[in-house]
């Protein structure tokens, strides 16, 4: 168990609707990484914040959207959804802004089935 | 941008021998860190082992080394004594110095036989 937790472990919905997945990262850590793991892209970062600021961004589609809030929770925000837009969604979260020589640790992952 | 290839997608090894896993980078930066991500049949990423760029030595945990050949932008994962638990997707994965975001490569399946 990496203390990162994400809900829903899975999510089965529509073409066109909106969804809203949520990530909590380990006790203390300050930044939270969004990554898409699908059939046909394999592993993309998405986006990247940094004590409720984006830091990085880096493939995100713009019907995609996250935040971090507060309390250091982060959600990403999917609308209009495609069939292909059907993956494993990952959060990870560390404790600094980012490099190398800040460890991200993975949650479990949302699966997410647009039908 | 940086790439990562890892050209073996299926590998087999047997109970208590020993596997290599290959990775291959293309990078034009002299700071980066390279890592091995484990991802079993659970679909947790877990991290395996870790190696910063400016270091010479090959980074070692337990039963996990790498090969990590600068010049040849080549990060090799040797497996010893494979257990049955080994069994797993695994990623090579870069990180730039000060960047934010992992690069994974495709993954090597890693089945391990009786």
């Known amino acids: 168990d990496s203390g990162v937790t994400q809900t829903p472990k899975h999510l089965i919905t529509a073409t066109g609707q909106r969804v809203t997945l949520r990530c909590s990262p380990r006790s203390g850590d300050l930044s939270v990484y969004w990554y898409q793991q699908s059939l046909d892209q394999g592993l993309q970062f998405l986006i990247q914040?940094?004590?409720?600021?984006?830091?990085a961004k880096g493939n995100i589609l713009e019907r995609f959207s996250a935040q971090q809030f507060p309390d250091l929770h982060s959600e990403l925000n999917l609308s209009s959804l495609e069939l292909g837009d059907s993956a494993l969604y990952f959060c990870?979260?560390?404790?600094?802004?980012?490099?190398?020589?800040?460890?991200?640790?993975f949650g479990p992952g949302t699966r997410l089935t647009v039908l | 941008a940086q790439t990562v290839t890892q050209s073996q997608p299926e590998m087999s090894v047997q109970e208590a021998e020993t596997v290599t896993l290959s990775c291959t980078y293309d990078t034009s930066e002299s700071d980066y860190y390279l890592f091995w991500y484990k991802q079993p049949p659970s679909r947790q990423m877990i991290l395996v082992i870790r190696?910063?760029?400016?270091?010479?030595q090959n980074a070692t945990e337990n039963r996990f080394s790498v090969n990590f050949q600068k010049a040849a932008k080549s990060f090799s994962l040797k497996i010893s004594d494979s257990q049955l638990g080994d069994a797993a997707m695994y990623f090579c994965a870069y990180d730039h110095g000060t960047a934010s975001k992992l690069t994974f490569g495709t993954g090597t399946r890693l089945q391990v036989t009786l």
């Open positions: 914040y940094y004590n409720g600021e984006e830091r």
């Open positions: 190696q910063e760029a400016y270091k010479q």
């Open positions: 990870a979260s560390s404790v600094r802004t980012g490099g190398g020589s800040d460890t991200q640790y």
